[in-house]
């Protein structure tokens, strides 16, 4: 084993250990914790059926663009065992059941998992969208799989998990508030609890990897420069629907997200800039020639996109989802 690999392995047993003592802090007990239920019509009620004619009515008003991303956001979501498998396939942490590494990766996928189903059952229930065009993207996405940039490394897997929690937050709270706008306050509630979630696993992950630059700032460095250079491509980039290519549908669903303002390339550079405050990188020291250079590099990169971003225009090509009913 090389002794980049070795000095990994030593650092994420460092890492495991906290990520036990932090793991009341980061997710919540399951009998307390919300779920999908506690937001849906009771299938047990008398008033099951009147709930859904007014869940229905509120969905009518719903914008194309924001069902669309709705809809994309769900399938993101519902791709989770992609997302399992692959943390546990991160080299240098232990693999054994009752390990930090592990124990998070489960319980971390236990809370993930309630978002899918939620946003699932109510566009099914909303009389939006075809469900069966919807579920063969979602099958898709699961067998297709993903290739980040991370590769096995447990440094840029939490540089990516960090900026992705971000990212998703940012998502769900712009669809949440959209959302009320066209008078759909249930769809609100639904994405504001998700997006809570989701800003208190991107703490999580950061504060795994503000541990990391403790105690090994210089690979840490180079793995966030080098996440930074490829740049942070979102989990659901493979995303196609019957008939395209896989990535084709992703394109036109970032257009409307770009539209709507749910998530737009100036979120990905602030994104980048609170983690560059978070880590605390322009003080960092212990830092070698490499180090520094790619701490250069990391500074000087969310200005250099901003300048991108600005002359962008807004995406105005009309695209007809398959998912969407009508």
Known sequence: ?????????EVMVHIEKY???MMDTYLKPIDTNWQPSDFLPDSTSENFYQDIRILRENAKDLSYDLVAVLIGDTITEEALPTYESWLAMVQGPSMKEDGGWMKWNRHWTAEENRH???????LYLSGRVDMRQMEISTQYLIADGFDIGT?????????YTSFQELATNVSHRRVASLAKKDGDTLLSKICGVIASDEARHAKAYKDFMNRIFEVDPNEAMLAFEDMMRK??????HF???VGLKIGQTFGHFTDAAQR????????YVEIMQQLIEDWKIEGMQDLNDAGEKARDYIMALPSRLLKVADRMKNPTIDYK??????
């Open 239 to 241: 995303l196609r629907e």
């Open 151 to 159: 590769g096995h490394d447990p440094y840029r897997n939490f540089i």
């Open 260 to 267: 709507l303002g749910v998530y737009t390339a100036v979120d």
């Open 1 to 9: 084993m090389s002794f980049f690999a070795d000095k990994r392995r």
């Open 19 to 21: 990520m036990l003592e």
């Open 321 to 326: 989802f398959s998912w969407i009913a009508g």
């Open 116 to 122: 899918g189903d939620l946003l699932n059952k109510y």
């Open 231 to 236: 740049k942070i491509v979102m989990p659901a």
